[in-house]
């Protein structure tokens, strides 16, 4: 069992930038995928990005690529997703997620992640 939290969420305007974070339990974190969605009010869950277990990143480039980042801190069981050049449309409830432990390789869709975090809210404002 992983447990998540997110922190970092808050209102910008745009044009500006924030840092989530995603903090996972258990001494296996640098074994598995972790991934970043968004779910905006009235819209269906979408992929923004994730990072597999060595670090290589895919990323959502319809909609945030140039823009957000993904990294991970395997020593402080934490992922980011810096978000940059922020837009109102960005506005969501962000979501982290991981995959299962030994499931180091990347997905972009939601079904292949085991366990996620309550979510937290990016309110961008124009």
């Known amino acids: 069992q992983v447990q998540l939290v997110e922190s970092g969420g808050g209102l910008v305007q745009a044009g500006g930038s924030l840092r989530l974070s995603c903090a996972a339990s258990?001494?296996?974190?640098?074994?598995?995928?972790m991934g970043w969605f968004r779910q905006a009010p009235g819209r269906e869950r979408v992929f923004v990005a994730a990072i597999s277990a060595s670090g290589g990143t895919l990323t959502n480039a319809d909609s945030v690529k140039g823009r957000f980042t993904i990294s991970r801190d395997n020593a402080k069981n934490t992922v980011y997703l810096q978000l940059n050049s922020l837009k109102p449309e960005d506005t969501a409830v962000y979501y982290c997620?991981?995959?299962?432990?030994?499931?180091?390789?990347?997905?972009?869709?939601?079904?292949?992640?085991?366990?996620w975090g309550q979510g937290t809210q990016v309110t961008v404002s124009s």
């Open positions: 258990g001494r296996t974190f640098s074994t598995y995928a």
């Open positions: 997620a991981s995959r299962r432990i030994g499931k180091g390789s990347t997905s972009h869709y939601d079904y292949d992640y085991d366990y």
